[in-house]
Protein backbone atom coordinates (compact mmCIF):
# COMPACT_ATOMS: atom_id res chain seq x y z
CA UNK A 1 0.00 0.00 0.00
CA UNK A 2 2.88 2.40 1.18
CA UNK A 3 4.25 1.76 -2.73
CA UNK A 4 1.19 3.05 -4.05
CA UNK A 5 0.89 5.98 -2.32
CA UNK A 6 4.27 7.04 -2.78
CA UNK A 7 4.28 6.11 -6.72
CA UNK A 8 0.88 7.91 -6.60
CA UNK A 9 2.52 11.02 -4.73
CA UNK A 10 5.43 10.83 -7.24
CA UNK A 11 3.80 11.18 -10.53
CA UNK A 12 1.64 13.81 -8.79
CA UNK A 13 4.73 15.90 -8.51
CA UNK A 14 5.87 15.08 -12.38
CA UNK A 15 2.20 16.44 -13.04
CA UNK A 16 2.61 19.73 -10.97
CA UNK A 17 6.07 19.86 -12.57
CA UNK A 18 5.16 19.60 -16.43
CA UNK A 19 2.14 22.27 -15.69
CA UNK A 20 4.61 24.60 -14.29
CA UNK A 21 6.96 24.84 -16.78
CA UNK A 22 4.25 24.14 -19.41
CA UNK A 23 2.91 27.30 -18.45
CA UNK A 24 6.15 28.97 -18.88
CA UNK A 25 6.84 27.53 -22.24
CA UNK A 26 3.67 28.27 -24.29
CA UNK A 27 3.94 31.58 -23.20
CA UNK A 28 7.79 32.11 -25.20
CA UNK A 29 8.54 33.05 -28.63
CA UNK A 30 9.22 29.60 -30.34
CA UNK A 31 12.93 29.95 -30.73
CA UNK A 32 13.17 30.64 -26.43
CA UNK A 33 11.43 27.30 -26.18
CA UNK A 34 13.29 25.48 -28.44
CA UNK A 35 16.49 26.83 -26.68
CA UNK A 36 14.47 25.43 -23.43
CA UNK A 37 13.60 22.49 -25.00
CA UNK A 38 17.58 21.57 -25.94
CA UNK A 39 18.72 22.42 -22.34
CA UNK A 40 16.53 20.16 -20.86
CA UNK A 41 17.56 17.05 -24.07
CA UNK A 42 21.31 17.56 -22.68
CA UNK A 43 21.07 17.15 -19.15
CA UNK A 44 18.18 14.29 -19.90
CA UNK A 45 20.83 12.77 -22.09
CA UNK A 46 23.54 12.94 -20.10
CA UNK A 47 22.06 11.56 -17.08
CA UNK A 48 18.63 9.27 -18.03
CA UNK A 49 19.56 5.88 -16.13
CA UNK A 50 17.08 3.72 -18.78
CA UNK A 51 15.72 6.40 -21.29
CA UNK A 52 19.23 6.53 -23.50
CA UNK A 53 20.32 3.28 -23.13
CA UNK A 54 16.83 1.91 -24.27
CA UNK A 55 17.09 4.41 -27.24
CA UNK A 56 20.41 3.42 -28.20
CA UNK A 57 19.07 -0.17 -28.05
CA UNK A 58 16.62 0.29 -30.42
CA UNK A 59 18.25 2.65 -32.87
CA UNK A 60 20.93 -0.27 -33.09
CA UNK A 61 18.63 -2.80 -33.66
CA UNK A 62 16.88 -0.64 -36.60
CA UNK A 63 20.09 0.68 -37.98
CA UNK A 64 23.07 -2.47 -37.71
CA UNK A 65 25.55 -0.04 -38.64
CA UNK A 66 25.46 2.06 -35.59
CA UNK A 67 26.34 -1.63 -33.62
CA UNK A 68 30.15 -0.46 -34.78
CA UNK A 69 30.12 2.92 -34.44
CA UNK A 70 29.96 4.36 -31.55
CA UNK A 71 30.94 8.36 -32.28
CA UNK A 72 27.83 7.71 -34.89
CA UNK A 73 25.28 5.97 -32.54
CA UNK A 74 26.24 9.04 -29.97
CA UNK A 75 25.58 11.75 -32.76
CA UNK A 76 22.10 10.21 -33.66
CA UNK A 77 20.58 9.31 -29.93
CA UNK A 78 21.78 13.26 -28.96
CA UNK A 79 20.03 14.29 -31.80
CA UNK A 80 16.92 12.31 -31.07
CA UNK A 81 17.04 13.50 -27.47
CA UNK A 82 16.85 17.18 -29.07
CA UNK A 83 14.15 17.11 -31.60
CA UNK A 84 11.93 14.78 -28.95
CA UNK A 85 12.19 17.80 -26.67
CA UNK A 86 11.71 19.99 -29.30
CA UNK A 87 8.05 18.37 -30.19
CA UNK A 88 7.55 18.34 -26.21
CA UNK A 89 8.03 22.83 -26.27
CA UNK A 90 5.84 22.15 -29.61
CA UNK A 91 2.95 20.65 -27.44
CA UNK A 92 3.57 22.66 -24.40
CA UNK A 93 2.65 25.61 -26.79
CA UNK A 94 -0.41 24.30 -28.37
CA UNK A 95 -3.33 25.93 -25.87
CA UNK A 96 -2.39 28.98 -27.17
CA UNK A 97 -1.63 28.12 -30.97
CA UNK A 98 -3.75 29.07 -33.64
CA UNK A 99 -3.98 26.93 -36.91
CA UNK A 100 -3.37 29.32 -39.41
CA UNK A 101 -0.20 30.17 -37.75
CA UNK A 102 0.97 26.60 -38.19
CA UNK A 103 -0.15 26.13 -41.52
CA UNK A 104 3.99 27.60 -42.98
CA UNK A 105 5.07 24.99 -40.91
CA UNK A 106 4.13 21.48 -42.52
CA UNK A 107 4.86 20.72 -46.14
CA UNK A 108 3.14 16.91 -47.32
CA UNK A 109 4.59 14.84 -49.98
CA UNK A 110 2.25 12.06 -51.24
CA UNK A 111 -0.57 14.21 -50.74
CA UNK A 112 -2.29 12.01 -54.11
CA UNK A 113 -2.65 8.77 -51.61
CA UNK A 114 -4.49 10.84 -49.01
CA UNK A 115 -7.06 11.92 -51.76
CA UNK A 116 -7.09 8.39 -53.23
CA UNK A 117 -8.24 7.42 -49.92
CA UNK A 118 -10.61 9.81 -48.83
CA UNK A 119 -12.26 9.26 -51.90
CA UNK A 120 -13.10 5.86 -51.45
CA UNK A 121 -15.37 6.82 -48.33
CA UNK A 122 -14.30 4.54 -45.27
CA UNK A 123 -12.60 6.67 -43.68
CA UNK A 124 -8.46 6.80 -43.56
CA UNK A 125 -7.10 5.10 -40.77
CA UNK A 126 -3.26 6.41 -40.86
CA UNK A 127 -1.06 4.14 -39.28
CA UNK A 128 2.98 4.95 -38.16
CA UNK A 129 4.90 5.60 -36.09
CA UNK A 130 6.64 7.71 -32.69
CA UNK A 131 8.18 10.05 -35.09
CA UNK A 132 8.13 13.83 -34.86
CA UNK A 133 4.89 15.83 -34.06
CA UNK A 134 1.54 14.91 -35.43
CA UNK A 135 -0.39 17.78 -33.53
CA UNK A 136 0.38 20.21 -36.39
CA UNK A 137 -0.70 17.75 -39.21
CA UNK A 138 -3.14 16.75 -37.14
CA UNK A 139 -4.27 20.25 -36.48
CA UNK A 140 -4.36 21.31 -40.21
CA UNK A 141 -6.19 18.14 -41.59
CA UNK A 142 -9.13 18.73 -39.08
CA UNK A 143 -9.06 22.15 -39.88
CA UNK A 144 -9.55 21.31 -43.49
CA UNK A 145 -9.92 18.06 -44.71
CA UNK A 146 -12.26 16.12 -42.26
CA UNK A 147 -12.11 15.30 -38.34
CA UNK A 148 -9.27 13.74 -37.08
CA UNK A 149 -8.86 11.68 -33.90
CA UNK A 150 -5.92 9.70 -31.93
CA UNK A 151 -5.75 6.13 -31.28
CA UNK A 152 -3.41 6.46 -28.09
CA UNK A 153 -2.91 5.05 -24.72
CA UNK A 154 -4.39 6.53 -21.77
CA UNK A 155 -1.45 8.65 -20.11
CA UNK A 156 -0.95 8.60 -15.79
CA UNK A 157 -1.56 10.40 -13.64
CA UNK A 158 -5.17 10.75 -14.93
CA UNK A 159 -5.15 15.03 -15.01
CA UNK A 160 -1.99 14.83 -17.71
CA UNK A 161 -4.36 12.30 -19.87
CA UNK A 162 -7.00 15.15 -19.44
CA UNK A 163 -4.39 17.93 -20.42
CA UNK A 164 -3.31 15.76 -23.51
CA UNK A 165 -7.26 15.45 -24.67
CA UNK A 166 -8.48 18.88 -23.81
CA UNK A 167 -5.41 20.63 -25.67
CA UNK A 168 -5.83 18.85 -29.01
CA UNK A 169 -9.80 19.03 -28.79
CA UNK A 170 -9.40 23.08 -29.18
CA UNK A 171 -7.64 22.12 -31.88
CA UNK A 172 -10.14 19.94 -33.21
CA UNK A 173 -8.64 16.54 -32.53
CA UNK A 174 -10.19 14.01 -30.58
CA UNK A 175 -8.37 11.19 -28.38
CA UNK A 176 -9.52 7.74 -28.09
CA UNK A 177 -8.34 5.44 -26.06
CA UNK A 178 -7.12 2.01 -26.56
CA UNK A 179 -9.53 0.42 -24.79
CA UNK A 180 -12.94 -1.30 -26.01
CA UNK A 181 -14.76 2.07 -25.90
CA UNK A 182 -11.84 3.69 -28.44
CA UNK A 183 -12.25 0.94 -30.44
CA UNK A 184 -16.05 1.34 -30.84
CA UNK A 185 -15.48 5.55 -31.29
CA UNK A 186 -12.79 4.69 -33.81
CA UNK A 187 -15.53 2.39 -36.13
CA UNK A 188 -17.72 5.43 -35.59
CA UNK A 189 -15.35 7.81 -36.66
CA UNK A 190 -14.29 5.48 -39.75
CA UNK A 191 -17.37 5.14 -40.65
CA UNK A 192 -18.66 8.78 -40.61
CA UNK A 193 -15.79 9.08 -43.04
CA UNK A 194 -12.97 10.74 -40.56
CA UNK A 195 -8.94 10.58 -40.26
CA UNK A 196 -7.63 8.17 -37.15
CA UNK A 197 -4.33 8.26 -36.43
CA UNK A 198 -2.20 5.84 -34.61
CA UNK A 199 1.37 3.72 -33.99
CA UNK A 200 2.02 0.38 -34.49
CA UNK A 201 5.82 0.85 -33.32
CA UNK A 202 5.10 -0.22 -29.81
CA UNK A 203 2.80 -2.80 -28.18
CA UNK A 204 1.26 -0.40 -25.54
CA UNK A 205 -1.13 -2.90 -24.63
CA UNK A 206 0.25 -5.78 -24.12
CA UNK A 207 -1.58 -7.50 -26.80
CA UNK A 208 0.74 -7.71 -29.54
CA UNK A 209 1.70 -10.51 -32.16
CA UNK A 210 5.37 -11.47 -32.35
CA UNK A 211 6.66 -10.41 -35.86
CA UNK A 212 9.85 -9.46 -37.38
CA UNK A 213 10.63 -5.32 -36.67
CA UNK A 214 14.11 -4.93 -38.21
CA UNK A 215 14.34 -8.71 -38.15
CA UNK A 216 13.66 -9.30 -34.92
CA UNK A 217 10.97 -10.48 -33.42
CA UNK A 218 8.72 -8.26 -31.52
CA UNK A 219 5.26 -7.53 -30.36
CA UNK A 220 3.10 -5.27 -33.01
CA UNK A 221 -0.40 -4.71 -32.50
CA UNK A 222 -2.56 -5.80 -35.24
CA UNK A 223 -5.80 -4.17 -34.30
CA UNK A 224 -5.13 -1.42 -37.49
CA UNK A 225 -5.12 -4.43 -39.60
CA UNK A 226 -7.86 -5.83 -37.97
CA UNK A 227 -10.17 -2.85 -38.60
CA UNK A 228 -9.18 -2.03 -41.59
CA UNK A 229 -10.57 -5.92 -42.84
CA UNK A 230 -13.54 -5.34 -40.63
CA UNK A 231 -14.76 -2.02 -42.27
CA UNK A 232 -12.58 -1.94 -45.85
CA UNK A 233 -10.64 0.76 -44.68
CA UNK A 234 -7.38 1.75 -46.29
CA UNK A 235 -4.44 1.59 -44.36
CA UNK A 236 -2.23 4.96 -44.75
CA UNK A 237 1.57 4.42 -43.97
CA UNK A 238 2.73 7.91 -42.60
CA UNK A 239 5.63 9.73 -40.99
CA UNK A 240 6.08 13.00 -39.71
CA UNK A 241 9.39 14.57 -39.08
CA UNK A 242 11.28 17.93 -38.51
CA UNK A 243 13.09 19.83 -41.05
CA UNK A 244 16.56 21.34 -40.12
CA UNK A 245 14.50 24.64 -40.65
CA UNK A 246 12.23 23.31 -38.22
CA UNK A 247 9.25 23.26 -39.90
CA UNK A 248 7.70 19.64 -39.85
CA UNK A 249 7.65 17.50 -43.30
CA UNK A 250 4.61 14.64 -43.96
CA UNK A 251 5.87 11.94 -46.03
CA UNK A 252 3.17 9.40 -47.30
CA UNK A 253 3.46 6.17 -49.08
CA UNK A 254 0.84 3.94 -51.10
CA UNK A 255 -2.27 2.94 -49.40
CA UNK A 256 -2.12 -0.50 -48.19
CA UNK A 257 -5.17 -2.82 -48.70
CA UNK A 258 -6.47 -5.66 -46.09
CA UNK A 259 -7.75 -8.32 -47.93
CA UNK A 260 -10.06 -11.40 -46.56
CA UNK A 261 -9.12 -14.78 -47.05
CA UNK A 262 -10.85 -15.83 -44.41
CA UNK A 263 -8.23 -16.68 -41.92
CA UNK A 264 -9.08 -13.46 -40.01
CA UNK A 265 -5.33 -13.99 -38.38
CA UNK A 266 -3.37 -14.43 -41.55
CA UNK A 267 -4.93 -11.57 -43.03
CA UNK A 268 -3.92 -9.42 -40.08
CA UNK A 269 -0.40 -10.22 -39.95
CA UNK A 270 0.00 -10.20 -43.97
CA UNK A 271 -1.58 -6.29 -43.84
CA UNK A 272 0.47 -5.67 -40.56
CA UNK A 273 3.80 -6.85 -42.06
CA UNK A 274 3.18 -4.46 -44.91
CA UNK A 275 2.55 -1.73 -42.76
CA UNK A 276 6.12 -2.62 -40.86
CA UNK A 277 8.15 -2.64 -44.23
CA UNK A 278 6.98 0.75 -45.18
CA UNK A 279 7.52 2.19 -41.36
CA UNK A 280 11.18 0.29 -41.23
CA UNK A 281 11.97 2.26 -44.24
CA UNK A 282 11.09 5.54 -42.58
CA UNK A 283 12.84 5.07 -39.49
CA UNK A 284 15.99 4.11 -41.40
CA UNK A 285 15.48 7.23 -43.24
CA UNK A 286 15.61 9.67 -40.10
CA UNK A 287 16.93 7.30 -37.28
CA UNK A 288 17.19 10.61 -35.21
CA UNK A 289 13.54 11.44 -35.43
CA UNK A 290 12.37 7.84 -34.03
CA UNK A 291 11.74 8.69 -30.39
CA UNK A 292 11.51 5.25 -28.64
CA UNK A 293 13.38 5.87 -25.04
CA UNK A 294 10.88 2.21 -24.57
CA UNK A 295 11.64 -1.27 -24.73
CA UNK A 296 10.58 -3.09 -27.81
CA UNK A 297 12.52 -6.09 -28.29
CA UNK A 298 13.91 -8.60 -26.07
CA UNK A 299 17.51 -7.85 -23.99
CA UNK A 300 16.55 -4.32 -24.24
CA UNK A 301 18.17 -2.59 -20.87
Known amino acids: MWRYRLSRAFTAVQYRGFKTVQSIVQHLPRPWAYALAVFAARFAWWFSPLARPRLEFNLKVACPELANDRNALRRISWLNFRDHAKAYADLMQLPLARVEAMRPWLKVSGWEYLEQARALGRGVLVVSCHMGSYEVAAAIWSATLAPVSFFAEELEPRPLFEWYRD ?106 QALLRRIEQFIQQHPEQWHVPHRIWAGSP
Open 167 to 272: TRARLGISVLTLDHGGIRKVLDALRDQEMVITAIDRDITGTGYLMPFFGKLAPIPLGPAAIALRLGTPLFPVCVYRLPDDTYQVEAAPLIFAESTGNARADQVKAT
